[in-house]
C-alpha cells in the first residue's frame, strides 16, 4: 500500500502557492477518567510539520458519542479537554465553540484552531456531502492523521476527500507501518493474545490470525466462550453460549497453536478476593476473573520463544487489584523481551492499553486505535485509507 505521504503533502504546498491552510482530522476523544494524552501527542508531529511550511492547522475532532438530545451539552464538548490539547499542541491555539454552520473560515487568523466536537452535527456520521462542503470551506488542503476512525464512513474522513487534496499524516503512516509487519514478512514465531469479553467483537480478528499466527492464545472473559464449547463448567462465568458453535470451528480450523486457560482465579464477584483453582474445580455460583498461575507461567515461556507479539483486549480483569496479577505479568515479560531486542510487540486497543500501564513505553508499537486496528489486522479495507493510496 503507496500513501500519500506528509513528504508527498509538502511537495504539494510547495507547487501551490496559495495554499496555506490545512485540516487535519485528528482524534482528540480522549478517556474522561484517565489523563492519557497519547492521542494529543501523537498528532503533534504532523501540526508542526505544517506549521513549519507557514500554514495554519484547523483541527477537527470527535468526542464520545452525543445524542441529538446532547448537541452542545458541556460533558460532551471539546471544551472539556481542551486545556489539555493546549499543553501538548500550544497555550495559543483557539477553541472555536461556535457551531460551525455560524462561522465565517475568512475571519480565523490563529495558527492552530480548533473546531467544535464533530458529532453535533448529523452530517458527520452520515457521510453527508453538504456538511462536507462545510468543513472543506476551513481549508484548501486535508490531512488525515487519526487512523483510529479510518474504518469510518464519516464525512470528515470519506465525503472531505471528495472535495479537497488529500494525505496521510505521520501518526497514520506510523500506524500502517507498523501493523503491515503482522501480516507481511512476519518475523516467526508469531504469537497472537486476544483477550477482552466477548467473541462476538473479535470473530473477525481470531479467524485472521488463527490462520497466520503460530500461537493463538485466547484469553479474557472471551475464553470462558471456548471452554464453555469444550464441555468445561463454567459456572456464572461471563460467555456467549450462542457462540460456541462458532468457537469450535474456530479451534479446528485454526492453523495457528490454540491455547486455552488450564487454570483461573475465580471469585462471587469482583469486590472479593480471588481463588485460584483448575478449570474442573471451578465452584458453583462463582466467576472466572483472571487466568491462573500455570496458564500465566505457559503463556510467559510462550512469550520468552516468540519473536513477535500481537496483543489486543484484556486477559483479566485489571481494574481490580484481586484480578490483575496475570496482566502485569505477562506485561512485564513482553516488555522485558521486547527491551531486551528478541521480541516485537503490537499492542492496540484502548482496554489493552490501560491494562499495560506502566509497560507501554517498553512495547515496540502502542496503536492509538481499537476498531480500526481490529479491522485492519482482520484484512478488512478501511474507507478513510482509500483516499489516500496512490494507484
Known amino acids: 500500500m503507496k500513501l500519500k505521504t506528509f513528504d508527498t503533502f509538502k511537495q504539494y504546498v510547495k507547487d501551490n502557492d496559495s495554499v496555506n491552510r490545512c485540516i487535519v482530522r485528528c482524534d482528540l476523544n480522549l478517556p474522561s477518567s484517565v489523563k492519557d494524552l497519547s492521542r494529543v501527542y501523537a498528532v503533534?508531529?504532523?501540526?508542526?510539520?505544517?506549521?513549519?511550511?507557514?500554514?495554519?492547522?484547523?483541527?477537527?475532532?470527535?468526542?464520545?458519542?452525543?445524542?441529538?438530545e446532547d448537541k452542545f451539552r458541556r460533558e460532551f464538548s471539546l471544551s472539556s479537554i481542551v486545556n489539555d490539547v493546549r499543553k501538548v499542541l500550544g497555550m495559543d491555539m483557539q477553541f472555536i465553540e461556535s457551531s460551525i454552520f455560524e462561522l465565517n473560515p475568512n475571519v480565523i487568523d490563529s495558527k492552530i484552531v480548533l473546531l467544535e466536537n464533530l458529532r453535533f452535527y448529523d452530517g458527520e456520521t452520515q457521510n453527508n456531502?453538504?456538511?462536507?462542503?462545510?468543513?472543506?470551506?476551513?481549508?484548501?488542503?486535508?490531512?488525515?492523521?487519526?487512523?483510529?476512525?479510518?474504518?469510518?464512513?464519516?464525512?470528515?474522513?470519506?465525503?472531505?476527500?471528495?472535495?479537497?487534496?488529500?494525505?496521510?499524516?505521520?501518526?497514520?503512516?506510523?500506524?500502517l507501518l507498523w501493523l503491515s509487519k503482522l501480516s507481511q514478512n512476519i518475523d516467526r514465531p508469531y504469537t497472537?493474545?486476544?483477550?477482552?469479553?466477548?467473541?462476538?467483537?473479535?470473530?473477525?480478528?481470531?479467524?485472521?490470525?488463527?490462520?497466520?499466527?503460530?500461537?493463538l492464545i485466547i484469553a479474557g472473559a472471551m475464553a470462558n466462550t471456548f471452554l464453555a464449547a469444550r464441555d468445561f463448567k463454567m459456572q456464572s462465568s461471563l460467555l456467549e453460549k450462542d457462540l460456541c458453535n462458532e468457537a469450535i470451528e474456530i479451534i479446528n480450523s485454526s492453523k495457528a497453536k490454540i491455547i486455552l486457560p488450564t487454570d483461573c482465579v475465580v471469585s462471587a464477584n469482583l469486590e472479593t478476593p480471588g481463588i485460584q483453582c483448575n478449570l474442573e474445580e471451578i465452584p458453583q455460583g462463582y466467576s472466572c476473573y483472571d487466568i491462573g498461575a500455570k496458564t500465566?507461567?505457559?503463556?510467559?515461556?510462550?512469550?520468552?520463544?516468540?519473536?513477535?507479539?500481537?496483543?489486543?483486549?484484556?486477559?483479566?480483569?485489571?481494574?481490580?487489584?484481586?484480578?490483575?496479577?496475570?496482566?502485569?505479568?505477562?506485561?512485564?515479560?513482553?516488555a522485558t523481551q521486547t527491551q531486551c531486542g528478541k521480541l516485537t510487540s503490537i499492542v492496540g486497543g484502548g482496554e489493552t492499553i490501560a491494562s499495560i500501564g506502566s509497560h507501554k513505553k517498553d512495547m515496540s508499537f502502542v496503536s492509538t486505535a481499537g476498531g480500526a486496528f481490529l479491522e485492519f489486522v482482520s484484512g478488512f479495507e478501511l474507507p478513510g485509507l482509500r483516499p489516500l493510496i496512490i494507484t
Request: net charge positive; aromatic share 8%.
Open 296 to 334: 500465566t507461567k505457559l503463556i510467559q515461556k510462550i512469550i520468552s520463544q516468540s519473536r513477535t507479539i500481537l496483543w489486543n483486549g484484556a486477559i483479566g480483569a485489571f481494574e481490580y487489584s484481586n484480578f490483575g496479577r496475570a496482566t502485569e505479568i505477562v506485561s512485564k515479560e513482553i
Open 44 to 68: 503533534k508531529d504532523t501540526v508542526d510539520g505544517i506549521l513549519n511550511l507557514g500554514m495554519r492547522v484547523i483541527l477537527i475532532s470527535h468526542y464520545k458519542r452525543p445524542k441529538l
Open 129 to 175: 456531502i453538504d456538511f462536507a462542503k462545510i468543513l472543506a470551506s476551513f481549508g484548501d488542503v486535508y490531512i488525515n492523521d487519526a487512523f483510529s476512525v479510518s474504518h469510518r464512513e464519516h464525512a470528515s474522513v470519506c465525503a472531505i476527500t471528495k472535495l479537497l487534496p488529500s494525505f496521510a499524516g505521520f501518526t497514520l503512516e506510523n500506524e
Open 192 to 215: 497472537a493474545i486476544i483477550g477482552g469479553s466477548k467473541v462476538s467483537t473479535k470473530m473477525n480478528i481470531l479467524k485472521k490470525v488463527s490462520q497466520i499466527a503460530d500461537n
